[in-house]
């Protein structure tokens, strides 16, 4: 059996000039009570994506997630999973996801190969299809030595491998994952990309990622900006980062309004963020022209200057650019589960 065998919408016909929109997000918008925490929400997600669903926390990714996974109700907009309208078509449109969520859901005291046979019987496999589909599994995942280990002798990378080949074991066509690196060292995360990257690579998965981590997003094919429950940008790395030219200059200082205004008086406009200024290069400006301007600053405030750096664009230098606030990684995660 192969991923494709699994594919049940629309005719071959239809895929031979444009690629599929696997996931089809129309004007969607959700509250909490009172508390709006998506607005207007758009985008599509084509076949073979790794789509990041970037944003600090409370910007809506949780909820979106949810609402993708079909566990919140849809109450404004529309949503389709691989051609499957939520809800109505909802049992069919669960059928192509698959899930991971951020909290852990294996079962600690059953082994790797056990955790993979309830899920298999879940989705009614059964028998040789389901052993041969685990073992697959454990091979792509290099988890067959483990598979008689219990999950809870696992570390934290290696479980979280066993709950990615969870989530995919039923062949989705879709897979969402909530903030999958949350509790796992950086070099289980790169091993959890590059098993992410195979997924598109070589079963074309789609696959849609929350994160509020800057490096994820940059892995990833596009990413969708979310700030306070709306759209800011949806485009790939490279894209967003060539909405800023060139160079980011940033000038740390404890007396951030003197050296506002001698930057204005420099004709550029900073962009305050927590105990820094930021001056983005202009269009077409070359370096060494950045770089006097920086030579000027501090030859006018030599003691009033902590620290200044010039970097290449980021993706957290875009958020500011388009939201005109700091993207807060600092806050703590909330444990909600939300
Ligand atoms: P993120 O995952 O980006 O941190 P969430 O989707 O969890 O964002 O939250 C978006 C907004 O909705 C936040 O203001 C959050 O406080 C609020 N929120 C999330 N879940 C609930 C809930 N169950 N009840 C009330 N408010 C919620
Ligand atoms: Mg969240």
């Not at 239809?14 to 929109?21: G, N, Y």
Request: charged share 25%.
């Amino acid at each position: 059996m192969s991923i494709s065998s699994f594919i049940q919408t629309e005719s071959a016909d239809s895929t031979r000039t444009t690629r599929r929109i696997k996931v089809e997000v129309k004007n969607l918008s959700f509250s909490y009570g009172e508390r709006k925490a998506l607005n207007d929400v758009s985008f599509e997600v084509e076949e073979g994506t790794i789509a990041g669903i970037l944003g600090p926390n409370g910007s809506g990714k949780t909820t979106l997630f949810r609402i993708l996974s079909t566990l919140l109700p849809l109450t404004s907009g529309s949503v389709k999973l691989a051609g499957f309208s939520y809800p109505a078509e909802g049992a069919l449109a669960r059928s192509v996801l698959g899930i991971v969520f951020q909290s852990p859901s294996l079962d600690k005291k059953l082994t790797v190969e056990e955790n993979l046979q309830h899920q298999g019987h879940l989705y009614n496999l059964h028998g040789k299809d389901l052993r041969q589909r685990i073992d697959e599994l454990l091979e792509l995942f290099h988890l067959s030595e483990r598979k008689k280990d219990l999950v809870e002798t696992l570390s934290g990378g290696l479980q979280r491998r066993v709950e990615v080949a969870k989530g995919i074991l039923h062949q989705p066509e879709i897979l969402l994952l909530d903030e999958p690196s949350t509790g796992i060292d950086p070099a289980a995360r790169r091993e959890i990309w590059n098993y992410l990257f195979t997924l598109r690579n070589e079963f074309h998965l789609t696959i849609l990622v929350t994160t509020h981590l800057m490096e994820e997003a940059e892995r990833c094919d596009k990413v969708l900006i979310m700030d306070k429950g709306k759209v800011v940008a949806w485009d790939s790395p490279d894209q967003l980062r060539s909405l800023i030219p060139g160079l980011i200059l940033t000038v740390r200082s404890s007396t951030l309004e003197l050296l506002e205004q001698e930057i204005l008086s420099l004709g550029r406009t900073p962009i305050k963020v927590n105990g820094a200024l930021v001056v983005e290069s202009k269009r077409g400006e070359n370096y060494s022209s950045l770089l006097q301007f920086a030579a000027n600053l501090l030859e006018k405030q030599p003691n009033s200057i902590s620290a200044l750096t010039i970097a290449q664009t980021s993706l957290e230098d875009v958020f500011l650019h388009l939201t005109g606030h700091q993207f807060l990684i600092g806050e703590k995660e909330d444990e909600t589960g939300y």
